[in-house]
């Protein structure tokens, strides 16, 4: 265990709940979705609704579900009523921010025990990408064009230039992360495929095909917090979110470059900001011995690379050869992605709470078939935006 800097009280985890995520739920409506992930939360806290204090709702913006200020529906699907309630949006960093929240509430004193949860359902939108390619500023940036594919193919080609990323390269990031979703029963894409056939798949903008990139999903999360003093008294069982911490961009991509190598667009300077508070607060010197399983928000192949790197578990422009390596491969040193992440499953409004929600079990012993032996200390990561928000975690047993 890492020596945390504070001395305040922790708060731990109790209850996690999550979908298996599929590309259509015509079954369930949207607060059917957040309730199916409710109940399996609840289940595995062995608490009562009278026992949540406060809700904080994990919801995309009002484009994706189709309905304005959809948290009004949400209300009843999480016990809400005559309870505190707080919606979150910070794009696709959202499921991340939610679970931040809901920590505020507990180590302010606010509460004693806080729920949040969420649900999507992206492929049934009509067209997300149609929506999120809205984000850019209409006059500025937006003409270029800028979508949320083609910023982060341009990040791409900048990688490839500086540090020698091949497609053949990205390609193995998605075979990786497809192998661990094969293991793992709520997983949306979950077949193995080939190098071949990731570079034989269409080209979407280049270098990105339609294999690098995350599929549009449909599930629902949910997780429980609670203060130490709470699960104490009461000998409940728990893993502790021993650090967290959040950065901000700028709204404008071109206000980001400059001469200085940080800002560079290959790399992730927010990202790695966000990194560094958030090992601080849990004590963590050398993430590299420190870190035992990472579950990095990375919705096309190229950016888990440079999410690996602003992790602190490879050194910039390293990463590349290390996953060839199998350094980040169920059975390697660090395992990235073991879920399959959310190059597999992206259900926006609660990605980056899964990305949580996966390493509290891989920590907690409870992560199945896709588990990693040993694993005590873990991180999760969520961006959001045209890449502006970033929030990580560290999580211990």
């Not at 595995?44 to 995309?60: C, H, N, R």
């Not at 949320?148 to 990688?159: D, E, K, Q």
Request: charged fraction near 20%.
């Amino acid at each position: 265990m890492s020596q945390s800097r504070t001395n305040q009280p922790r708060v731990g985890i109790i209850g996690i709940g999550q979908s298996a995520f599929k590309p259509k739920r015509d079954d369930a409506s949207y607060p059917d979705l957040v309730r199916e992930a409710v109940v399996l939360a609840m289940a595995g806290s062995q608490l009562e609704f009278d026992d949540i204090d406060a809700i904080v709702y994990s919801l995309s913006p009002d484009a994706m579900v189709g309905i304005g200020n959809a948290e009004r529906l949400g209300v009843d699907a999480v016990g809400g009523r005559n309870k505190r309630f707080l919606r979150i949006n910070t794009g696709g960093a959202t499921g991340i921010s939610s679970v931040a929240a809901a920590y505020y509430h507990i180590a302010s004193g606010a509460s004693d025990v806080v729920m949040t949860a969420g649900a999507d359902k992206v492929g049934e939108c009509g067209d997300s990408q149609t929506v999120l390619n809205k984000i850019w500023d209409p006059i500025y940036e937006r003409p270029l064009p800028l979508g949320t594919i083609t910023m982060l193919a341009m990040s791409a080609i900048r990688y490839a230039d500086k540090y020698g990323m091949s497609q053949e390269d990205m390609a193995a990031v998605v075979v990786k992360n497809r192998y661990h979703a094969s293991l793992n029963a709520n997983a949306h894409l979950r077949k193995t495929t080939t190098v071949e056939e990731v570079m034989n798949s269409r080209m979407i903008s280049y270098p990105i095909k339609l294999m690098d990139c995350c599929p549009q999903s449909s599930g629902g999360g949910a997780m429980i917090l609670a203060s130490e003093k709470y699960i104490k008294d009461r000998n409940l069982d728990a893993v502790w979110i021993t650090g967290l911490g959040h950065c901000s961009e700028s709204y404008y991509i071109g206000d980001r470059m400059g001469n200085d190598f940080l800002a560079d667009h290959a790399d992730a300077f927010a990202l790695s900001r966000s990194f560094e508070r958030t090992y601080k607060m849990a004590g963590i010197t050398d993430p590299q011995k420190q870190i035992h399983v990472a579950e990095l928000y990375a919705p096309f192949s190229n950016t888990e690379f440079h999410s690996i790197e602003s992790a602190g578990l490879a050194k910039i422009g390293t990463s590349v050869e290390q996953l060839k390596e199998g350094r980040y491969t169920i059975g390697g040193e660090i395992p990235v992605n073991p879920s399959g992440g959310t190059l597999c499953t992206n259900a926006i409004a609660v990605t980056a709470m899964i990305r949580v929600a996966e390493v509290a079990l891989q920590v907690w012993g409870k992560a199945g078939a896709h588990q990693v032996k040993g694993a005590r200390v873990g991180v999760a990561s969520g961006n959001g935006g045209d890449h502006q928000f970033f929030g990580t975690m560290v999580i211990e047993a």
